[in-house]
């Protein structure tokens, strides 16, 4: 097992990559930028080095300043987290270079999943149903004209390297095509270096449905369900649910095992989340995520499984310590995003928080790297913590969840907790009746 590991990320999932890392008897080494010298995962971690300036590209992603800081504390491992350089390949072969070990999946896995062209193509040969689109990349006007046409409309023009919801287009009809693939194109050249589109059929009301998985080096593959992902604004998550509301255990066990099979037959390592769409009784893959996700706690609080501790045991050449027999799912769980932003506007509200009193009790946890008195830099996300709430059934935890964000108390700043209480008392997520688009509807309602 490791001895030391260097956490290269911050704020919450820094904070529970530590927990994991002092639970298996593993140091660890927080990396930060000037601006998060008073951040909690600095202050809990065993040593602490300081990158670079506040700015990401001069800190959290400054790998040469990382490379020093675990050289310097003779890490013998680095955990990515989310965001940040979870899913570099070219920083994953840097780790691996410099004799330690990358707590993720393979450079080439990494590679193949981060352009969603080459991963369509690798997950579909694997068997794994994809949403109709463009075989490749589109290469000028006509050609996505002639591709479109025999797709038939509406379309996406989705960037390859795209990520946080952002470099998709929307193409109703053929008018609207060429301008979408401009946009789509100039859009993820600025965003990701890489201009590169791709085709895709638009689906009106999905659900967001994905699986997670993990898989040793000994050939274990293991499904552990589904997250329910569908309260989304502007493509990215606000709410997570395992289980999903919409699909039967046989459902489950279907999906999961045709995942189960593709992952084993591409040799994936790791922990590692299929996305789909689903819609009309039909899965259809979007993305893989190549490390861990904000959402994992749902499926941990459903499983009893510590996703973390997995993942760092098979990255130090450990086996999967259960079976896919083993999995069992109990009860139901829900997550909520909590944001430093208003409510309703999402201005992003950095600052000083003056009060933070955490809710508690049985089913309630929460993963925060909030504390009173701590100032939220402006720099970064604007994730301050998550609140995971577990019970028996989705009816008890739709109660403990509106109890749990009443006794939730931050002062000073403005957060999306409200929002949260406001979605309890509407019916249709009280009936786990949503998809994608839902929630925008909603938020468009309330304001007028
Ligand atoms: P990213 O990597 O930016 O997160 P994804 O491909 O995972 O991009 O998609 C993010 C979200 O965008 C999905 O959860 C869904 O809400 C929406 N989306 C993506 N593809 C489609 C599609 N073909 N039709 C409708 N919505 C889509």
Redesign the pocket.
């Known amino acids: 097992m490791f001895e030391k590991v260097l956490i290269a990320n911050r704020g919450e999932i820094a904070l529970r990559i530590h927990r994991a890392c002092h639970e298996m008897g593993i140091a660890t080494v927080a990396v930060h930028s000037t601006a998060d010298r008073d951040a909690k995962h600095v202050l809990l971690a065993d040593e602490s080095v300081c990158i670079g300036p506040p700015a990401a590209a001069q800190s959290y992603l400054n790998v040469p300043s990382i490379m020093a800081a675990a050289e310097i504390t003779g890490a013998d491992a680095v955990h990515p987290g989310y965001g940040f350089l979870s899913e570099n390949a070219r920083f994953a072969e840097i780790v691996q270079s410099h004799g330690l070990s990358f707590i993720g999946p393979s450079p080439d896995h990494i590679r193949l999943m981060g352009d969603?062209i080459t991963a369509k193509k690798a997950v579909k040969d694997a068997g794994i149903p994809v949403?109709p689109g463009s075989e490749g990349e589109i290469n000028d006007p006509e050609d996505a004209m002639q591709i479109a046409r025999d797709l038939g409309f509406p379309l996406?023009v989705?960037a390859a390297s795209?990520?946080?919801?952002?470099?998709?287009k929307l193409a109703r009809s053929e008018g609207d095509l060429v301008q979408a693939v401009q946009t789509a194109r100039a859009e993820a050249a600025a965003a990701f270096g890489d201009g590169t589109v791709y085709l895709?059929?638009?689906?009106e009301q999905?659900r967001?449905i994905e699986v997670q998985v993990i898989a040793d080096s000994f050939g274990n593959v293991v499904h552990l369900g589904e997250r329910d992902?569908s309260l989304?604004r502007r493509?990215q998550k606000i709410l997570e649910e395992a289980p999903s509301p919409a699909l039967s255990e046989d459902q489950r066990e279907e999906i999961g095992t045709v995942v189960s099979t593709a992952i084993s037959s591409i040799g994936y390592l790791g922990v590692g989340t299929i996305?789909f769409?689903y819609e009309g009784g039909e899965f259809f893959f979007?993305?893989m995520n190549t490390r861990l996700q904000v959402e994992h706690p749902v499926t941990e609080m459903i499983t009893g499984v510590d996703l973390v501790r997995e993942q760092i045991a098979i990255a130090a050449g450990e086996p999967l310590s259960f079976t896919q027999e083993d999995v069992r799912f109990r009860g139901c769980a829900i997550e909520c995003r909590i944001n430093a932003e208003h409510p309703r506007t999402f201005v992003p509200s950095p600052g000083k928080v003056r009060e933070f009193h955490p809710p508690g009790g049985l089913g309630v946890r929460l993963d925060s790297a909030v504390y009173s008195g701590y100032s939220i830099p402006p720099y970064y996300d604007s994730l301050i913590g998550k609140l995971i709430v577990h019970g028996a059934c989705r009816e008890d935890v739709l109660r403990r969840l509106k109890r749990s964000l009443e006794e939730l108390v931050v002062t000073g700043i403005e957060t999306t907790s409200p929002l949260f209480l406001d979605l309890l008392n509407e019916p249709d997520f009280q009936r786990g009746d949503y998809h994608?688009h839902w929630l925008e509807h909603w938020l468009a309602q309330q304001d007028s």
């Open positions: 969603k949403v996406l989705k795209g990520g946080g919801g952002r470099g998709m895709e059929r638009y689906l999905p967001h992902c989304q493509n996305e769409l979007i993305e994608i």
